[in-house]
């Protein structure tokens, strides 16, 4: 069952093993949760993201990362995706849910899984419920990030991210420690080259023409959930923390009456 790549454990410092052992006991006992989060670039997915991974145990699955992963690694899937990209085609639908499919099977994912990125239009969130229920699991929460588009531009021109954990900062809003570095590992941030706000106007009409038909498509199915993003990142935080442990529940607030 060990592979060459296999990690000699004996190498492994003693307080790691630790840590990890000491945190995979605490997921022991966490209920398994898949959620998908949906929201226009700038409205906070990815601020809240590493909060939600950690307090639930999950895996961040966001299907840009996930592909590059499958055509380094050269994966069945991965090849065929690279090829496609090769020829400067998209890569298929039915592909990216095989990857997805596929990384769901790692060991992190064992506790569910953070889907951020897809489905981004209502024939790949239709795929992805058929590919779930073929392993007798759902889609437990929708967290859809209302914002306006007002607000955007400021938000993302501000923007700066560190490019291997995912972790975002914002000069004004949540910035550094140290400007340009990332608070935990000390390694400089990066500025997005579609950071700007004439590709941000290009992306909010795709995601309102594409994207927020999947929200109406989850709300039928009664496991949306939505906040209020135009909130400090510490408000939202507390907004997620209220949805119930029942999937079927909404939030505790009600936030539609404001």
Wanted: hydrophobic share 35%; with cysteine; glycine share 6%.
């Amino acid at each position: 069952m060990a592979s060459s790549s296999s990690v000699n454990l004996e190498d492994v410092p003693s307080e790691s093993l630790m840590t990890e052992l000491l945190r995979r006991m605490k997921c022991a006992t966490k209920p398994e949760k898949r959620l998908i989060l949906i929201g226009p670039p700038g409205s906070g997915k990815g601020t809240q993201s590493p909060m939600i991974k950690d307090e639930y145990c999950l895996c961040h699955l966001a299907t840009g990362d996930m592909l590059r992963a499958a055509v380094a690694a050269k994966t069945p899937l991965g090849v065929k995706a690279k090829e496609a990209m090769d020829k400067g085609e998209l890569v298929s639908d039915e592909l990216v849910v095989g990857i997805i499919d596929e990384a769901m099977k790692k060991p992190s994912c064992q506790k569910g899984f953070i889907l951020d990125g897809f489905p981004r239009t209502v024939g790949q969130a239709q795929m992805l419920d058929e590919m779930l229920e073929k392993q007798g699991v759902k889609i437990d929460k929708v967290l859809d990030f209302a914002i306006d588009d007002s607000i955007l531009e400021e938000r993302i021109t501000g923007r700066w991210i560190h490019p291997a954990s995912g972790r975002s900062y914002h000069t004004k809003f949540a910035p550094p420690k140290v400007p340009g570095v990332d608070d935990v590992t000390g390694e400089p941030l990066i500025q997005r080259k579609d950071d700007t706000a004439a590709v941000l106007k290009s992306r909010l009409d795709a995601f309102h023409k594409q994207t927020e038909p999947v929200i109406d498509y989850y709300w039928k199915k009664g496991i949306v959930a939505k906040l209020h993003a135009a909130k400090s990142p510490k408000e939202v935080t507390e907004e997620v923390q209220k949805i119930g442990p029942n999937d079927q529940l909404m939030l505790v607030s009600s936030i539609d009456d404001e």
